[in-house]
């Protein structure tokens, strides 16, 4: 082969490689756009009356990127624990956990529904897919411990789904949270993609389109999208204490992800894992104490929490 062949060859070489390097970057730009670039706006919204619930104060706090953060207060007269409540990417709304509310102030402990950017009554138009939004649970955090009644009390965040992912998320890059409870989370957004493109693409290409998800999510959130994400943050627990839930047939996320959640988080980290596919792990989720296996599960995990909060600070 000549010389002026072979730079023809290799152009074209080139040429291809570079196409095909287009083609997987607007793959995910394409469909991110499509999925997250939209306000979530509810039709369906759950009532503390409903739950015997006789108060509940409606919150508006500032992140510290300038979002106002619409908050469901649900106050206990002389809390034991602060509870951060979270729910998924798309639905149910937040308020879907008055139901819990009501279980948790009949143990004295408050919480505080939170409807996270791009949902509800919060600012926002876009859904950040746990990039951006532990901004506005440091937003709750900072109302919490700036209240005097909350002063010697433990933070606990609890999400379900993507909620799972920013509760996670949130600990990671918070020391203001003391524990953690995450149901039916991805590991990473890059997963959870690809997870869902291997149902209709080759095992090679999903391969190849997981670092370009990543750029992708970089360059739309700003963010190092390699550390901010559950299977990363989930190692920055150190001590504090968690409880990481999964059914193993999640057919909206994936066992997968728990397993590799689990894989990277510290010695010490509670699991429960059921059967079946019930992404929101109880059998009915806005009405938890009908389900005495998954009440028992996390008022005891939260008991343990308030216990040893109270011991360390003797």
Excluded at 74 to 101: R, W
Excluded at 215 to 232: D, E
Excluded at 283 to 299: G, K
């Amino acid at each position: 082969m000549n010389k002026n062949r072979k730079n023809k060859v290799l152009r074209i070489i080139t040429i291809n490689v570079v196409i095909f390097a287009i083609v997987l970057a607007v793959i995910p730009t394409f469909i991110m756009r499509k999925m997250l670039n939209q306000k979530i706006e509810y039709t369906k919204m759950w009532t503390p009356e409903e739950y015997g619930v006789e108060k509940a104060d409606t919150l508006y706090l500032k992140s510290s990127d300038d979002y106002t953060v619409e908050v469901f207060a649900v106050e206990a007269d002389n809390p034991k624990c602060a509870i951060i409540c979270l729910t998924g990417m798309s639905n149910p709304s937040v308020s879907i956990y008055y139901g819990h509310s009501k279980m948790f102030l009949d143990e004295s402990y408050s919480s505080f529904l939170t409807e996270v950017r791009g949902h509800g009554g919060s600012d926002g138009d876009r859904i950040c897919a746990g990039y951006q939004e532990w901004r506005d649970v440091k937003a709750v955090t900072d109302y919490i411990k700036s209240q005097p009644q909350y002063k010697d009390v433990p933070i606990v965040i609890i999400g379900t789904s993507m909620g799972g992912v920013v509760a996670i998320n949130s600990i990671g890059q918070n020391d203001d949270i003391d524990a953690l409870i995450s149901i039916s989370a991805y590991s990473s957004w890059e997963d959870i993609f690809c997870d869902n493109m291997a149902l209709n693409a080759p095992s090679f290409l999903v391969s190849m389109e997981r670092p370009f998800v990543n750029l992708v999510s970089m360059f739309k959130y700003g963010v190092n999208s390699w550390r901010v994400r559950p299977k990363t943050l989930i190692k920055e627990l150190n001590e504090r204490p968690a409880l990481i839930m999964h059914t193993k047939d999640d057919s909206q996320v994936a066992y997968s992800n728990f397993e590799r959640i689990i894989s990277n988080a510290p010695k010490g980290v509670e699991t429960y894992v059921r059967e079946g596919d019930i992404h929101f792990f109880a059998a009915d989720f806005s009405n938890p104490q009908s389900d005495t296996l998954y009440c028992d599960r996390i008022n005891g995990f939260i008991k343990g929490v308030v216990t040893n909060y109270a011991g360390n600070k003797i």
